[in-house]
């Protein structure tokens, strides 16, 4: 069965790091991978977007990449901020205007 | 600002006592889905329209039905909630680009408490 995996455990890091979230997924050959910030008590809000033809976006000071052999994606926060708290959740493409979620990571930074 | 905006934003209803969830865009897309999400959990398609024309997701229990009168609103109705039925309820929208990818608008959800 299709599969989405996120980090499991939350992480915790120190403002000025970089934190990396990993997406790992089966069964699964997405045409792309989006990923969602969710704050608490909120609806998730885009972020980044990532075709299969591309190792890597930017955007600010996240980053994410993609690698359909290893069936992952990491998304990077540099610089983090204490207004970086939240969960970010990875999205994969199902076809037909759908996408699947993850559970996603929550990530708190600590001033 | 164009928006997706979900009403009420908690909703309290009784076991077994029919209630209906609101949701509505000034986006224009013509793709509007209904999820269900419990806490820490993935969010979980329901259904989505595509303009009007709707696609149920094959374990969408039958208690949940939803309806689209025109482009700008969607409602979820849940016929008989039990008590697993409390979750937050996102409606989000896209608009489709054939042979694009779809980013979706998400509205801030409702969340629903079965008593």
């Given at each position: 069965s299709q599969k989405i995996e996120q980090n499991s455990?939350?992480?915790?890091i120190q403002e000025g790091k970089t934190a990396t979230l990993t997406c790992n997924y089966t069964n699964y050959s997405p045409a792309y991978l989006q990923w969602y910030r969710q704050d608490p008590g909120r609806g998730p809000v885009f972020l980044l977007?990532?075709?299969e033809n591309e190792k890597e976006k930017r955007k600010e000071r996240l980053k994410v990449t993609f690698d359909t052999t290893l069936k992952q994606s990491l998304f990077h926060i540099t610089a983090s901020q204490p207004a970086d708290s939240a969960t970010y959740l990875c999205?994969?493409?199902?076809g037909d205007y759908k996408l699947s979620f993850g559970a996603g990571t929550t990530v708190t930074v600590r001033a | 600002d164009a928006m997706v905006i979900q009403n009420p934003r908690y909703q309290v209803t009784q076991f077994g006592k029919p209630v209906t969830l609101s949701c509505s865009q000034t986006l224009n897309h013509n793709v509007m889905y209904w999820y269900q999400q419990k806490s820490s959990q993935?969010?979980?398609l329901l259904f989505h329209y595509y303009d009007k024309d709707f696609n149920?997701?094959?374990d969408t229990p039958d208690n949940f039905q939803s309806r689209r009168p025109n482009t700008s609103?969607?409602?979820l109705d849940i016929r008989s909630p039990g008590l697993g039925d409390a979750a937050m309820?996102?409606?989000?929208?896209?608009?489709n680009i054939a042979g694009g990818p779809e980013t979706q608008y998400f509205g801030p959800g409702t969340?629903?408490?079965v008593l």
């Open positions: 455990e939350a992480l915790n977007l990532i075709r999205a994969l493409d199902r | 993935a969010p979980k149920n997701e094959a609103f969607c409602f309820y996102l409606c989000a929208t896209s608009r969340r629903l408490l």
